[in-house]
């Protein structure tokens, strides 16, 4: 007589539905952080597209960043963006990231955003981890992506409630033409995100 | 029987330094009171709903009618169905009625002499060297003819007493201070105790807009300090409301992010007033409940978008939430402007495209040293460049520039964004790819 066994069967997708929970590998519900520790590094580009995702699942999105932050809404555009729907917020310098991180949580609490983009590159984050715990919780509560952009050439993660950690590096293909790829650094969700095919970029870069 | 759908109040003669008074008056007895703009004594009011408050329609009209003799005042009171046609009764026929109909009400309008209808003296002179002295033998003259040979203002009367015209009943805004201040025992700069302090004023302010059937639409705070200047804060609601907890939590936000020199000794809450308009509210979570739904997984409820935002534009600033626009420029920092929002519309993003690198760009360029051979100095160093795109403007204008950009890629990987000011002949950062 055999042991019963264990039979595992791929999960059933409907042909054309993509399940919502895992568009472009990035999970729902969690921190995602996007590590620019090297200089051909794409974080930016990484946390558009992670918006742009969550638009195309029908969310409006936010980006918070310093006032006077880098944030280039024609290219934003140029990538697809609905500008519309994306809620740009403007931190006082004087608020550093406790501002920034406080203005994610407001974002988060309403229910209302699919992900809330911080751009944590130019300022320094918040002691501790009790922020951190507040974005992942309101995430969960709120089946919401929080990504953070982290600061540049940063050697370790935020903290232990990052859920996952990329880092998105830039290759040339050809002129014009890149990819990028995704070096997983931590990965608490089971995701496994990746993009498929070649990036555009500005005119006139080779 | 039709129901009435408009009151006219005709005070014939009233002083116009009254007018804004008794429409306060009139409020009492509908939220919604139009004062006529040409004609001093006359308002149009809604009476439409208040059968459980006042009673019958007649019952209604002979308070109003009790209000103006309270006031001194001699007037009539119509019920009516047309705005117009109603005065034109009120004028002709005076005291406190009732329309039936609006078949009677016409009839009645068509015998009111035109003398007593303020159509100005020239087109009463006119029309009266033709024998039209009725408004029912004005009505019967075509609405062309009467444009042709006394004018528009002439035409859109006639179209307004025809009932051609029914312009909506536009009720006047309520633009009166509605001022609580409230005193510290001992001057305090702790803001819990400031916040207590400020409820208290609120409810108060809260229960005048009540009792007066408004809203808020924005709240000023003043704070009276112990010394030094005073601070006024300004907190906008998503939305118009009367709610204290929604007020109270927008104050704790802004109060949080100001730097108070000195202990408050006053406080003072001024309201913005607005009508309360009704709202529809959600009967159940709409959240979809499909987990493999591609699109619309999340319904957004956008009182909660607008009441976040509410709270980030208190604690940051009323310009702290925006949306981008897109300019027609050809500067990176002129090619795009931040527009506050209070609301987040339904995203519409393109589909199918390629994934795009985006830049990062500075608002104020970076200046960059030179080598001696001309070109930028960075570290690490520069290895290839492409470009130059040259942008350049009118030579001659204020302002003008000529700049040529170039993507610079250094030794380890970066891809920069970099222009040269040809008219100050120097480098500058202007951003990145990231």
């Known amino acids: 007589m055999h042991a019963p066994r264990l039979i595992r069967s791929p999960l059933s997708i409907v042909p054309g539905r993509v399940p ?10 969690r921190v995602i952080e996007i590590a620019s520790a090297e200089a051909d590094a794409a974080g930016m580009s990484t946390a558009v597209q992670i918006l742009l995702a969550c638009q195309r699942e029908g969310d409006s999105v936010a980006w918070v960043q310093p006032r006077g932050g880098t944030l280039y809404p024609p290219d934003l555009h140029a990538a697809g963006l609905d500008l519309d729907a994306l809620a740009v917020v403007h931190v006082p310098p004087e608020a550093g990231g406790v501002g920034l991180a406080k203005a994610g949580e407001l974002l988060l609490r309403t229910g209302a955003f699919g992900a809330v983009a911080l751009d944590l590159t130019e300022v320094r984050p918040p002691r501790g981890e009790a922020w951190l715990g507040r974005l992942a919780s309101l995430a969960r509560e709120h089946d919401a992506r929080a990504v953070l952009l982290g600061p540049a050439r940063a050697a370790a993660s935020f903290g232990a409630l990052v859920s996952l950690r990329v880092s998105p590096r830039r290759r040339r293909t050809r002129p014009g033409r890149h990819r ?12 496994s995100p990746h993009f498929e095919g070649e990036w555009r970029a500005p005119e006139g870069v080779r | 029987m039709k129901p009435p759908r408009v009151a006219v109040v005709d005070v014939p003669g009233l002083p116009p330094e009254r007018r804004a008074a008794l429409a ?17 004594g006359v308002f149009f009011l809604d009476p439409s709903g208040l059968e459980g408050i006042f009673g019958r329609p007649s019952k209604w009209i002979r308070r109003v009618h009790g209000a103006l003799r309270e006031e001194g005042l001699e007037g009539a009171v119509v019920m009516g169905f047309s705005r ?3 005065w034109a009764v009120a004028r002709a026929r005076g005291g406190v009625r009732v329309l039936a109909s609006p078949e009677d009400e016409r009839a009645e309008a068509r015998e009111a002499p035109l003398s007593l209808l303020e159509l100005g003296p020239e087109l009463e002179r006119a029309l009266h060297k033709l024998g039209i002295d009725t408004l029912g033998s004005f009505l019967d003259l075509p609405r062309g003819e009467v444009s042709t040979r006394f004018g528009a203002r002439a035409k859109s009367l006639h179209a307004l007493f025809a009932e051609a015209l029914t312009p909506p009943l536009e009720a006047f805004a309520e633009d009166a201070r509605i001022l609580v201040e409230a005193e510290l025992e001992f001057p305090d700069a702790q803001v819990d105790r400031l916040l207590f302090c400020l409820k208290g004023a609120l409810h108060t302010l809260l229960a005048e807009l009540g009792r007066r059937g408004l809203s808020l639409s924005s709240l000023l705070v003043g704070l009276e300090l112990e010394w030094g200047e005073p601070l006024a804060l300004t907190l906008e609601p998503a939305h118009e409301t009367r709610d204290a907890r929604v007020l109270l939590e927008l104050a704790r936000l802004r109060l949080a992010s100001v730097e108070l020199r000195a202990p408050v000794q006053k406080l003072s809450l001024e309201a913005k007033p607005c009508r309360l308009e009704g709202r529809q509210l959600t009967l159940f979570d709409t959240r979809a409940v499909d987990p493999l739904a591609p699109r619309f997984t999340r319904t957004v409820d956008p009182d909660a978008a607008a009441r976040g935002l509410a709270r980030l534009r208190a604690s940051f600033g009323e310009d702290a939430v925006t949306r981008a626009i897109l300019e027609d420029a050809w500067l990176p920092e002129h090619a795009f402007a931040w527009e506050p929002i209070t609301h987040v519309a339904r995203p519409k993003p393109r589909e199918g495209d ?6 990062r760009i500075h608002p104020k360029p970076k200046s960059l040293p030179s080598t001696p051979d001309g070109r930028p100095r960075t570290d690490p160093p520069i ?4 470009g130059p795109y040259r942008f350049q403007s009118g030579l001659h204008r204020e302002g003008a520039y000529a700049r040529d950009y170039f993507y610079a890629e250094r030794t380890d990987g970066s891809l920069l964004f970099l222009y040269r000011d040809l008219h100050h002949e120097r480098w500058f950062l202007q951003g990145a790819l990231d």
Do not use: W
């Open chain 1, 20 to 29: 919502a929970r895992e568009s472009v590998g990035f999970p729902r519900a």
């Open chain 1, 180 to 191: 990028v790829e995704l070096e997983i650094l931590k990965n608490k969700a089971g995701a």
């Open chain 2, 24 to 40: 306060h008056r009139l409020l009492a007895f509908s939220p919604r009171v139009e004062p006529d703009p040409e004609r001093a």
């Open chain 2, 84 to 86: 117009f046609p109603a």
């Open chain 2, 354 to 359: 390629a994934p795009f690198l985006v830049r």
């Open chain 2, 383 to 386: 290895v290839a460049m492409a």
